[in-house]
């Protein structure tokens, strides 16, 4: 089903607070400066395939900007690859300046400030999916993004009209069936990926690496079922154990490891979200799979240097007090509040 964000039915003098929101809203907390003094009518229209958010964006001059500010406030573990048909763009990240043109993409990493100029209406289609369902390391991604694609390299050409015709149809596929075209577009990247890492696209087959995608999202979707084991996971995508483990070769971490990451990154956020001692430390590890509140607890200062509850009372402190350090580097959780 489609989402439509549309402001013709907005008064012009209103226009750009319902558009920056609009923005934020569907992708990630941007700044959205109109260059309009009359804005015109801007629309999205966005389907959901899988991991992947697809939508379809016009729009009058602008300019887009990330702050640190910004990835404070969430959506720091997104990318988003913008395929132009009409309209140039300017995108600056990482100290790189990339122009697009109709044809040509470009991905911007949401964990890191941006900014993106377009000087002339324009129509551009948006791929938003969370960097854990593409199987490949932040060297990887670096690679990937602030760069321009366009149809004059084969294998960008291949994904630019792989990703025009699944946007295409992205309103007319059955859920599973766009899952898996999803995940394909997503391994095609990878590729692209490694054939700029100077690697031979055997090392990183294709299937494999669609394969590893749906493995990751399953996982994430059961993570709170504390059963979620290689071997269930291998039964449920008709693979066996040893395959499911060469797949997690390519996070250069094992199964069980990934899945714990993943764990106790849940948790994390939700202490910090429940600071105030309004959730368990035991409620909260039932959740996302450990067997035990002590379970929770060895695996949390492990990975953290404290305890959960030791964590709860910073985040209780750096909430009161401006710009208070977190021990160990830990980072705060997207809407918990607390400056970085």
Known sequence: MSVVLDTAGVPPTDRAEYWHEAVSRTFIPLDVALCEDAPAPATITSHRLGA???SLVQAGP???????GLIARGGEDHLTLALHHRGTARLLQDGRQVELRPGAFAISDAGRPFAKELPEPFVFTAFHWPRSAVGLTEEDLRVLTATAFDTRDDTARLVAAYLECLSRSADAMEPQLASWLAATALDLLAVLAHERRGRSVPDAPE???ATLARVKEHILRHLGDPDLTPERIAAAHHMSVRYLHKLFRFEE???????QRQRLDAC???LARSAEGRTTVAAVAARWGFVSASHL????????????RE???CVRTAATTANAPLPGGV?????????V
């Open 52 to 54: 992947v958010q697809v």
């Open 62 to 68: 602008q300019r887009v900007e990330r702050s640190a």
């Open 207 to 209: 299937v494999a690496l």
């Open 253 to 259: 971490v094992t199964v069980a490891r990934w899945i």
């Open 268 to 270: 994390r956020r939700d």
């Open 297 to 308: 607890s060895r695996a949390f200062r492990a990975a953290y240097g404290l305890s959960p």
């Open 311 to 313: 964590w709860q009372a």
């Open 331 to 339: 980072v705060p959780p997207p809407g918990s509040g607390i400056a």
